[in-house]
């Protein structure tokens, strides 16, 4: 069978979910390989191998770490050239984008982003426009790249043999340009991050300020999930812009997005409109975030929310 | 200090965005052309840059005839000069050609710096950036949330999931900034009167020196196959609140396993 290679992705040896449903998806194209890269690469083979990869390039060095995004795409090129895979499947992710971009760019091979669904003949299926299109297409030059939306698969352990082989990495001049001198975590809660969550819940301007965001935390805390937010309640500085979703801000397709306070501007659908269930509080029954809704209800969200959270925790 | 800014022309958010059936591209003549947002935080950026440094401020743009309006408005904003590369054969390059084109004239044209919108709002792949620093060898400054430049050194603030990086590069370096690092000028009427006898050269493919065969529709590395409008989202249930709102969200998501 083929070999599709799977960009891991992983923060100190601890595999994304991103990750997993790549190799679920990769097992339904050929025989996925994972590709993983920095410090602590090494200590994912099991969990990589759980997940049904069958061979794992390690490329554990802490140089690689020092610089953003070009030193996987080196990595790739190197073991695309001998290995021809079939596909090379990375998370679309802003890093995995651009290590894609890269990457292509390199091997002169064609370049899809944003993928919902990949078939067994490497067709990739994108939502484009704000999800208002639906658009297959197909890499026509070189190997395959393909970044894949997180959420877009289940992904199903598959345990099985696999063996780890170790690369020893060159950088070329142009991939160590770039050096990172420091790292600042700003995150300090333990919410799963956004682009990856299976439940977001998002507050707008209806939330009123920075302290009306402590509802709309409460609840996605009920449910384990994200916080999300509109460009509105950013540009007032209520939440940071690392959080907003749209067209500007993340894209997100969750199992589950609650949005409350929130309009339905173009924009903002533009972000969140593949969600798989969407549940809407708003007190203006005319709201345009109502057309998308699976679940609305006309109302403030002051009472209505806290209720939510509430029956949320009582039913766990 | 002289420094390019790469602006793109995009159909206007508000539009309804369709794609020709005939070459299933972007159908860019049926809707009105505005300057991608994310852009005018690079021409700001690009602005700030080049008057702290005395420099000069570049625009560079690739796209039909009709894109010279984008270019007026970054020159109204306040940079010196553009280059528009306009060219029929460019007509549906993919980000690949995208980058080969714009690669090949900063690089002939020594750049410091070349700085790009994070993003372009319709095709959004944010890939650009990268390609050009790929191509060109230079260093990928890329996410900015803030720049400094002191000397020969460039330093950002790459915004990530986690908070953001710190990186340090030497110029020449290819930056691309995130909503937000600044707030857009708007161009004054004195800027709109001088963007007039701003020169504006316009390059044809031959002229920046790309092989045609290496861009637009015939060089496409990815093709569409078929496209489709997305099924309309079955209507949903909504209901008032009647104290009870978020008794009855709950039993939605019970029924939905979600809780
Ligand atoms: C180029 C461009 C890019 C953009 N990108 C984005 C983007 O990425 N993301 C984004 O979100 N927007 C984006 N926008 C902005 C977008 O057009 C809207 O302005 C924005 O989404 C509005 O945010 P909102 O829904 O929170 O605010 P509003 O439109 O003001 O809506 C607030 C809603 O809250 C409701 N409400 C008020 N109080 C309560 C209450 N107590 N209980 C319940 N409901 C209440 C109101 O009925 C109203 O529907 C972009 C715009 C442009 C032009």
Not at chain 1, 58 to 82: C, I, N, T, W, Y
Not at chain 1, 266 to 280: D, L, W
Not at chain 2, 95 to 104: E, G, N, P
Request: charge should be negative; aromatic fraction near 4%; hydrophobic fraction near 45%.
């Amino acid at each position: 069978m083929a070999e599709i290679l799977v960009l891991a992705d992983h923060s100190g040896g601890e595999v994304k979910k991103v990750t997993l449903e790549l190799l679920t998806l990769a097992r339904s194209l050929g025989e996925p390989s994972a590709v993983v890269v920095g410090a602590g690469a090494g200590s994912t083979v099991d969990a990589l191998a759980e997940y049904g990869a069958r061979r794992v390039y390690v490329a554990e060095d802490a140089e690689l770490d020092r610089h953003p995004v070009a030193p996987a795409a080196e990595v790739l090129v190197q073991l695309v050239g001998p290995h021809s895979p079939a596909a090379v499947l990375i998370a679309s992710t802003a890093d995995g984008k651009e290590i894609a971009a890269r990457l292509a760019v390199r091997i002169d091979s064609g370049l899809i982003t944003d993928a919902v669904q990949v078939d067994a003949d490497l067709t990739a299926t994108q939502s484009i426009f704000g999800g208002s299109v639906i658009v297959k297409s197909r890499v026509t030059r070189g190997t395959p790249v393909i970044t894949v939306r997180p959420n877009s698969t289940a992904p199903e352990a598959a345990a099985g043999p696999c063996e780890r082989e170790d690369l020893s990495i060159s950088l070329s001049d142009g991939a160590s340009r770039a050096v990172i001198t420091n790292r600042v975590e700003e995150k300090h809660d333990a919410r799963p991050e956004l682009a990856e969550a299976a439940v977001v819940v998002s507050g707008g301007r209806g939330v009123g300020g920075a302290d009306g965001f402590k509802v709309i935390e409460a609840l996605a805390d009920a449910l384990g999930g994200a916080v999300g937010a509109s460009r509105a309640a950013t540009d007032a500085g209520w939440y940071p812009h690392q959080y907003q979703v749209g067209q500007t801000g993340k894209t997100v397709s969750p199992q589950l997005y609650v949005a409350a306070g929130i309009s339905g501007a173009i924009q903002h659908r533009a972000g969140m409109q593949t969600s798989k269930n969407i549940v809407v509080i708003n007190k203006d029954p005319e709201a345009p975030i109502f057309e998308v809704a699976d679940f609305g209800v006309v109302g403030d969200l002051f009472s209505v929310v806290p209720q939510l959270t509430e029956e949320v925790v009582k039913r766990k | 200090m002289k420094i390019a800014v790469c602006v793109k022309q995009v159909p206007d958010t508000w539009a309804q965005k369709r794609l020709d059936p005939d070459d299933k591209t972007l159908d860019r003549e049926s809707v009105d052309g505005v300057i991608n947002e994310l852009d005018e935080y690079a021409i700001e950026e690009a602005l700030q840059l080049g008057e702290a440094t005395s420099g000069e401020v570049v625009v560079i743009t690739m796209g039909p005839d009709k894109a010279s309006e984008t270019v007026r408005k970054a020159l109204a904003m306040g940079a010196d000069s553009a280059i528009h590369v306009c060219d029929a054969a460019l007509h549906g390059s993919d980000a690949l050609a995208t980058s080969l084109v714009l690669a090949k004239v900063i690089g002939d044209r020594g750049f410091d710096l070349a700085i790009f919108g994070s993003e372009s709002t319709d095709a959004r792949m944010s890939v650009i950036p990268a390609m050009v620093a790929e191509r060109l060898g230079q260093a990928q400054l890329t996410f900015a949330g803030k720049v400094d430049v002191e000397g020969s050194t460039v330093k950002i603030r790459r915004i990530a999931e986690h908070g953001y990086d710190e990186v340090t590069a030497s110029l020449p370096a290819v930056i691309s900034v995130v909503e937000k690092i600044n707030e857009p000028r708007y161009p004054s009427f004195k800027g709109i009167m001088a963007a007039k006898k701003k020169p504006v050269e316009r390059l044809t493919l031959a002229e920046v020196g790309v092989p045609a065969d290496q861009v637009g529709l015939a060089a496409v590395a990815s093709a569409v196959e078929s496209f489709e409008s997305a099924p309309p989202r079955a209507a949903g249930t909504v209901v008032t609140d009647e104290g009870d709102g978020g008794v009855k969200i709950a039993e939605y998501l019970s029924s939905q396993k979600f809780i």
